[in-house]
Nanobody, 116 residues
Framework: QVQLVESGGGLVQPGGSLRLSCAASGFTFSSYAMNWYRQAPGKERQLVARITTSGGSSNYADSVKGRFTISRDNAKNTVYLQMNSLKPEDTAMYYC?????????WGQGTQVTVSS
């Protein structure tokens, strides 16, 4: 029933921008903090950004701070990740996620590739 569907990934040049979206359904979206994770080949899965239920507070990995912005629109049941000044090391599969107690939910992911 819970569904998280990421979109917006693609190929972009270094220094470019992308805006990822995660459309949520099957649960009360506004009741949960939401997260973006990424995983690059050969690297561990990394928490990129987190946003509180109302969107009033957010946290970022040091590697993306100042370049990425997480936001949410509770009326649209959607969480976003605006990615600016992209670097090749940002290349990864990006996933949205949330936790409900012991249960963790993941989307299918969207691929971001930063390359010349």
């Amino acid at each position: 029933q819970v569904q998280l569907v990421e979109s917006g990934g693609g190929l972009v040049q270094p220094g470019g921008s992308l805006r990822l979206s995660c459309a949520a359904s099957g649960f009360t979206f506004s009741s949960y903090a939401m997260n973006w994770y990424r995983q690059a080949p050969g690297k561990e899965r990394q928490l990129v950004a987190r946003i509180t239920t109302s969107g009033g507070s957010s946290n970022y990995a040091d590697s993306v701070k100042g370049r990425f912005t997480i936001s949410r629109d509770n009326a649209k049941n959607t969480v976003y990740l605006q990615m600016n000044s992209l670097k090749p090391e940002d290349t990864a599969m990006y996933y949205c996620n949330f936790r409900n107690g012991a249960y963790v939910y993941w989307g299918q992911g969207t691929q971001v590739t930063v390359s010349s």
